[in-house]
C-alpha cells in the first residue's frame, strides 16, 4: 500500500513539473524582446519648454558682434574624403575590446556591445546592424584640453582665460552643432534639419518635415567653414518605407549629442521632450532608437514624478504639464560608463542625469544618485525687465543642452538656460549659456554654478547661444555657438 502510495505521488508531481520544462510557444518567445511601451513614457505632445522657430523669410537687422581679436587657429590638414564602406552581414553589433584611450571629454575605456531593440517594430528581437570595414586607426582623434599651453575652461572659471570672437559665419545652422573631429583631418558636425530648412529628405527619398532629422555638415579647412552634402539626407535609416515618426523619429530628431569611446559613436537627441539613443561603429550607419529611460514631459494621471523633476507656475507661460525629465540632452562617456543629461522640472529649471555602462541598454540607465545636479534661478526676477539687470534669473525656467568636458580633477559643463518669454511674448525669448563645474571628481556628485553667468552674451540672449559646442584642436579650445541670433560664430579659448 506505501509504495502504490509513493508511486501515485511520483506519477502527480512529474505531471506538474512537466509543463514548467516545455518550451516557450513563438509568441512567448517574442514577448520577451519586445520594446517597452510608450504609454508610461510620456504625453505625445511637443516638449512645451523649446520655442522652434521656422527659417525667416527675411533675416533680421544684424546685431552688431562683439568686438573681438582673431586669434590664428591650427589646422589639421584634411585629406580626401574617404568615408568607411559598409559591408552589410547579418551580425550583432559586437566590438572587441581595444587598447585603453586617453579620458577626455568624449573618450573612455572601450568595450564590447551588445544591443537590445528598444523602439522598433515588436516583432524584431535586437539591433541588428551592417558590419562596417574599419581603418586600423581610431575614427576620431581627441586632444586634451590645455595641451600645448592652452587654457581649459578651468583657466576661464578662475578669470586667466576668455573666449574672442575667431570665424563670424561658420555655415553651420545658426541653433545648434556636436562637432568631432576625424582622423581624416576632416571635422564633422552633427545637427538637425528639415526640408525647409536645408532641403532635407529621408532615407525612402521622402522630404523631412520641420524640424527635422540629424545630418551631418562637414569641414576640410579645421572647422572654419562647414558645408552640407548634397542632397542633405538624414543619417538613420528607417524600419520601413515610408518613414514613420513613431518609430524612426524622422521629423524630430532635435539637438544631437555625439561622444565616441575609441570604438563606438554614441548619439543622443530629443524626441518630443524624450531622451532617444542611438549607437553606431563609424558615425555613419547607426543602431536603431533606444529609449533612455523614463524621459519624457508628462501630467500626474499618467505617473507620479519627484519633486526635481515637477513644473511649477510661470508668469507668463500657461500651466499645462506637470513633469519633466528630457528636452535637449547631452551626453558623456568615461572609464566604461556612459552619462546622458537631461532637464529636471521648470520654474525652476535643473539639471540631471542618467547613468550606466556603455553596454547598458537605454532603458535600462538608471537617474544619478545626486539628481539634481544642480538647479536655476529660484525666481523669475522683475516682471518688466528683460535685459542685463535680468542676468541673474536667466536659467529659471528650463536649464538643458549640456556640453561636458574633464579638465583635471573636475568636470565642466556648458549649458542652455532659458527664463522663458516676457509679458506679451508669444514664446520662449530670453536665453543665456551657462557654465558649471563637478566639486569632485565624480559627475554624479554635487555641483556649482559659475557666480559670472550668464557668460558671453547677456539677456535676453538668442535661440542658438546655449546649445554651445566644444572642440579641441591641438589642445585649444573652441566654441561654436550664435552670438547675434542668426549666423553661428566659431570663439576661441585664449589667455588674457
Not at 99 to 112: F, N, Q
Not at 147 to 168: I, M, Q, Y
Not at 402 to 430: F, H, K, N, S, W
Amino acid at each position: 500500500m506505501r509504495t502504490a502510495s509513493r508511486l501515485w505521488y511520483s506519477i502527480l508531481l512529474f505531471g506538474l513539473l512537466l509543463p514548467a520544462c516545455a518550451p516557450l510557444l513563438p509568441q512567448e518567445a517574442a514577448s520577451l524582446y519586445r520594446a517597452p511601451s510608450e504609454e508610461a513614457a510620456a504625453d505625445d505632445d511637443p516638449l512645451p519648454t523649446r520655442a522652434v522657430t521656422a527659417t525667416p523669410t527675411a533675416a533680421p537687422s544684424p546685431t552688431p558682434m562683439p568686438t573681438a581679436t582673431a586669434t590664428p587657429s591650427p589646422t589639421p590638414t584634411a585629406t580626401p574624403t574617404q568615408h568607411p564602406t559598409p559591408v552589410f552581414t547579418e551580425t550583432l553589433f559586437l566590438l572587441p575590446a581595444e587598447r585603453r584611450a586617453r579620458s577626455t571629454s568624449h573618450l573612455a575605456v572601450p568595450e564590447a556591445h551588445i544591443l537590445l531593440e528598444a523602439n522598433a517594430p515588436a516583432d524584431v528581437s535586437r539591433s541588428v546592424l551592417p558590419s562596417p570595414t574599419l581603418p586600423q586607426a581610431a575614427l576620431v582623434i581627441q586632444s586634451d584640453p590645455g595641451a600645448n599651453d592652452h587654457p581649459t575652461l578651468a583657466d576661464f572659471w578662475e578669470g586667466r582665460a576668455e573666449f574672442v570672437l575667431d570665424v563670424v559665419d561658420t555655415g553651420l545652422p545658426m541653433g545648434e552643432s556636436d562637432t568631432l573631429v576625424m582622423h581624416n583631418g576632416e571635422l564633422w558636425s552633427y545637427v538637425h534639419a528639415s526640408a525647409q530648412s536645408a532641403g532635407v529628405v529621408d532615407r525612402c527619398g521622402a522630404p523631412v518635415p520641420f524640424p527635422g532629422c540629424t545630418v551631418i555638415y562637414r569641414s576640410v579647412d579645421g572647422g572654419t567653414t562647414f558645408s552640407p552634402e548634397t542632397p542633405l539626407t538624414c543619417q538613420f535609416e528607417c524600419a520601413t518605407c515610408p518613414c514613420v515618426s513613431e518609430v524612426d523619429h524622422t521629423d524630430q530628431q532635435q539637438y544631437p549629442r555625439v561622444a565616441y569611446n575609441g570604438t563606438t559613436f554614441f548619439l543622443v537627441y530629443e524626441y518630443l521632450g524624450r531622451a532617444r539613443l542611438r549607437r553606431s561603429a563609424d558615425g555613419l550607419t547607426w543602431s536603431m532608437p533606444e529609449r533612455v529611460a523614463d524621459t519624457g514631459v508628462w501630467k500626474l494621471w499618467l505617473r507620479t514624478c519627484r519633486q526635481e523633476e515637477r513644473i511649477h507656475e510661470h508668469p507668463f507661460v500657461p500651466y499645462e504639464y506637470e513633469c519633466l525629465a528630457g528636452g535637449p540632452p547631452g551626453i558623456f562617456v568615461e572609464g566604461g560608463r556612459l552619462y546622458i543629461f537631461v532637464g529636471l522640472g521648470q520654474n525652476p529649471g535643473a539639471m540631471g542625469c542618467y547613468t550606466g555602462s556603455v553596454t547598458t541598454t537605454g532603458e535600462r540607465l538608471t537617474r544619478c544618485r545626486h539628481n539634481p545636479l544642480f538647479v536655476g534661478a529660484g525666481e523669475y526676477g522683475p516682471l518688466d525687465e528683460k535685459g542685463p539687470q535680468a542676468n541673474p534669473y536667466f536659467d529659471f525656467r528650463t536649464i538643458s543642452a549640456a556640453e561636458v568636458q574633464r579638465i583635471g580633477a573636475r568636470v565642466y559643463m556648458l549649458y542652455e538656460g532659458v527664463r522663458g518669454p516676457g509679458p506679451g511674448d508669444g514664446g520662449d525669448t530670453q536665453f543665456g549659456l551657462g557654465l558649471a563645474r563637478s566639486l569632485t571628481p565624480d559627475i554624479d556628485g554635487p555641483w556649482e554654478k559659475y557666480p559670472g553667468n550668464p557668460i558671453l552674451v547677456d539677456q535676453p540672449g538668442n535661440i542658438g547661444l546655449g546649445h554651445a559646442d566644444l572642440v579641441v584642436i591641438e589642445g585649444q579650445t573652441f566654441l561654436y555657438t550664435s552670438l547675434n541670433g542668426y549666423t553661428r560664430s566659431r570663439l576661441a579659448l585664449v589667455w588674457k
